[in-house]
């Protein structure tokens, strides 16, 4: 039985497939190194390693490594003389140069190459910066010699980052281009890239999102809309004077948000940990300690569904400022929307992926939970409608009810059936129950609501605002309700926290607070999917 046949009935570990690649890069080295060219030193047939080794284009790039270390040519140099960026030469040159026209300008420019042509004397080569700007390398006989343009035909690939020095001009056709002096491969790729005339599938873009950057415009501008979005939002937060703190990631109690969490065990402690659900709990000891206002862009685990608003792994920015209410944390809200939409997107109407306008300026629309409800089913529903009617309407509607069913989370079920995909234009909805929220302060004037909104854009939560829950006493009742909603099977209730039961003794300010996907706000401001909002989304392994 053959190696082949072998790795066909027994799946390779990890090690041993690394190893094995590792055996055939130093076979392709060795069969360099005796003598043999290019095409004898690689087997396409994998007669001697077998299906799992590298496929034929793999192994002809690592054949031209080797030829460059026999050669004493570095394929991954340190350094090389790049003095100029392609988008700034293309800045300063566009449209000022007639074809054929020459300047005695020299630039240094590097970047990956998407195409090359090879001809005679001449070779043309695309090279793209990292956003995708290009601009042409000319290599020719005349200037870089012929032993020069024979290396560039022989070692040069479709991918690798070549660097090139030469005067800027202007080919016979009008192409800006670089007519090299120098040449150099600033590295080697020995991957090939996909077909960059056809679009990337789902799988592509989500599990080699870097080969989505190379090829794909969308992706890049996502990566530099959310680095401008978030660098929006702390220059607002700046501008009202709030500080941005660090909280930690590994708690040894849950809560902040109702999620069901991570778990993970410390050896050093010999103690299980949860991974943060939210930075709420430790945000508001900070306004214990006296910072009044305070914001966190974070990193948040939640061990629930996938979907195109959900991820395991998401980025959220909560913030909370003393002696403010839900009311002043929307105004707050409503703010950083908008200045990030102008700020990164140019305007606060953006165009969607589809194509569609979407308008975040001008007033909000705002609605009651109990209000909207009790329009949508022709009722009045009310803090003190009982549970057993609240189940009637539900089985009436079809609704599927968990077991710990309470008041409040009959209400925000019935809520959602009604009005969450409704809800397109920006919309606070807000005074929730008190069951659902349990960080949130009691109404000034409706018993059994909470100050809380949530505001909807496009039919999803994009945020959520509290007048902050100050009293420990109340809070610690609140603890306990979640504590029995545990234990009655509820996955996402919290633990009782006494360390932030004790900070709240301490004496915490009145304030409001609020928090905010930033996948989501990316999702709300180009009608992307969370992955494709989220730069390396998290994706189950194929084996």
Not at 47 to 75: D, N, S, T, Y
Not at 443 to 465: C, M, N, Q
Not at 483 to 494: F, H, I, P, S
Request: hydrophobic share 40%; net charge negative; with cysteine.
């Amino acid at each position: 039985m053959g190696i082949e046949a072998e790795q066909a009935e027994q799946p390779m570990t990890t090690v041993e497939r690394a190893e094995l690649l590792l055996k055939q890069d130093e076979a392709i080295r060795d069969n360099i190194d005796g003598g043999q060219d290019l095409d004898a030193a690689i087997d396409p047939t994998n007669k001697e390693f077998g299906a799992q080794a590298h496929p034929e284009q793999v192994q002809m790039r690592v054949a031209k490594r080797a030829l460059m270390i026999k050669e004493g040519i570095e394929p991954y140099p340190v350094h090389l003389d790049v003095t100029d960026t392609i988008e700034a030469v293309r800045k300063k040159y566009d449209g000022t140069l007639k074809p054929g026209e020459e300047t005695e300008d020299v630039v240094g420019v590097a970047g990956r190459a998407l195409f090359i042509r090879n001809g005679g004397g001449l070779c043309f080569v695309k090279l793209s910066a990292g956003d995708g700007t290009t601009l042409q390398g000319m290599i020719s006989k005349r200037e870089v010699g012929a032993e020069s343009l024979k290396r560039f035909k022989q070692l040069a690939d479709l991918g690798d980052h070549l660097y090139v020095r030469g005067r800027v001009v202007a080919s016979k056709t009008g192409e800006l281009s670089v007519f090299a002096t120098d040449w150099a491969i600033a590295a080697k790729a020995l991957q090939p890239l996909p077909a960059l005339h056809k679009d990337l599938n789902e799988e592509q873009r989500t599990r080699k999102p870097y080969i989505g950057m190379i090829a794909d415009e969308r992706m890049r501008d996502m990566v530099r809309r959310r680095s401008a979005a978030v660098a929006s939002l702390r220059r607002t937060f700046d501008r009202h004077d709030f500080l941005e703190v660090e909280t930690p990631m590994l708690q040894t109690v849950h809560g902040g948000a109702a999620a069901r969490p991570f778990t993970t065990h410390m050896n050093a402690f010999d103690i299980n940990l949860f991974l943060r659900i939210a930075p709420e709990l430790f945000l508001k000891r900070c306004l214990v300690g006296g910072i009044e206002r305070v914001f966190e862009i974070n990193r948040d685990f939640r061990n629930e569904g996938v979907d195109g608003t959900h991820a395991p792994e998401f980025t959220m920015v909560e913030a909370y400022q003393s002696y403010g209410t839900y009311d002043t944390i929307g105004a707050l809200v409503k703010e950083l929307i908008q200045t990030t939409a102008k700020e990164a997107f140019g305007s606060t109407q953006v165009t969607l992926q589809d194509g569609t306008p979407y308008d975040f300026g001008g007033q909000w629309k705002s609605i009651t939970m109990y209000g909207s409800l009790s329009e949508a089913l022709g009722e009045e529903i009310t803090p003190e409608t009982s549970v057993e009617h609240l189940r009637k309407i539900a089985d009436k509607l079809g609704l599927e009810q968990e077991t710990a069913e309470n008041h409040g989370k009959l209400v925000e079920h019935l809520w959602e059936h009604f009005w969450q995909d409704k809800l397109y234009e920006p919309t606070f909805v807000r005074d929730f129950p008190v069951e659902t929220s349990p960080l949130v302060k009691s109404h000034r004037s409706i018993p059994g609501v909470v100050e809380k909104w949530d505001l909807y854009v496009r039919g999803f939560e994009l945020a959520t605002g509290y007048s902050e829950l100050n009293d420990p006493v109340v809070q610690r009742q609140r603890f306990v309700e979640q504590a029995k909603m545990a234990l009655a099977g509820d996955v996402e209730a919290m633990d009782i926290d006494e360390d932030f039961l004790e900070a709240l003794g301490v004496g915490m300010p009145p304030a409001g607070g609020m928090g905010m996907g930033i996948d989501r706000l990316l999702i709300a401001l180009t009608g992307a999917t969370i992955r494709e909002t989220i730069t390396f989304p998290l994706v189950k392994p194929l084996n």
